[in-house]
């Protein structure tokens, strides 16, 4: 594929914040703290819908393989695709130490897509589509990704009042969890809108859960509203 062919859904300017704090993916005390505390219950939200034991996952926009090397200490076989170089060497860094084994891409969804086409059981895509020009590509390359009968998760927030107050102004502003400018509140994605593409790209909906954070406890939970931040369990058609 060519360059120009595969920068087409890429956003340089998310990839180079993303790459410029590459090294703190692992600092659990750093602004990927949030994604560290998350982590857990994001893995224990997929194993409730599929069993990781021997299947072949693929985690789109890895980052620096928080999720993969979670989803390969459950005994699936992981391959993790970022476009940010410096997350991805920072993965394969830290492969090295943690000794799970994971596989890690330089590589957009699409272009994975058009290179293995039904390869995979499980496709993993967390906080990942509120960051590129066209999410609606990235959930028909998941789709393409895997195999039919199999499972797709997202996860993303919610386009709302309520969203931007508590994870633009509370998360980046008020309690300095993350980053100002980590998110555009223009990009945020309604579970509508994800639903939407979803079935248009051939994947039914199974369930849509929110996630909610206790700033005192520090503790995330799932829960019914999914007016912030939600996840989404996916199944392609066996057809």
Not at 62 to 76: F, H, K, N, R, V
Not at 202 to 223: F, W
Request: proline share 4%; net charge negative; glycine share 6%.
């Amino acid at each position: 594929m060519s360059d120009s062919a595969r920068n087409v859904n890429i956003d340089r300017a998310e990839v180079s914040k993303f790459d410029e704090i590459a090294f703190r993916w692992w600092d659990k005390q750093s602004e990927f703290k949030p994604l560290h505390d998350i982590n857990p219950l994001r893995l224990r939200y997929i194993q409730d819908h599929v069993s990781l034991h021997g299947k072949h996952v693929v985690d789109v926009g890895c980052g620096g393989g928080i999720l993969s090397e979670a989803l390969a200490q459950a005994g699936a076989q992981v391959t993790g695709i970022d476009m940010a170089q410096g997350a991805i060497e920072v993965a394969q860094l830290h492969r090295l130490e943690s000794h799970v084994d994971v596989d890690y891409l330089l590589i957009t969804a699409e272009e994975l897509a058009a290179q293995r086409p039904g390869t995979y059981d499980v496709v993993t895509c967390m906080e990942m589509l509120e960051h590129v020009p066209d999410p609606a590509s990235v959930i028909q390359a998941c789709t393409r990704l895997v195999k039919p009968g199999g499972h797709v998760f997202f996860s993303s927030l919610n386009r709302n009042m309520k969203s931007y107050v508590q994870a633009i102004i509370g998360a980046e502003y008020v309690l300095g969890m993350l980053p100002k400018g980590t998110h555009d509140y223009r990009k945020f994605i309604r579970p509508s809108e994800l639903a939407q593409w979803s079935r248009a790209a051939g994947l039914d909906l199974l369930d849509v859960s929110g996630m909610s954070y206790n700033p005192i406890t520090r503790h995330y939970a799932l829960v019914r509203d999914v007016s912030v931040n939600y996840l989404a369990t996916c199944q392609r058609s066996e057809q």
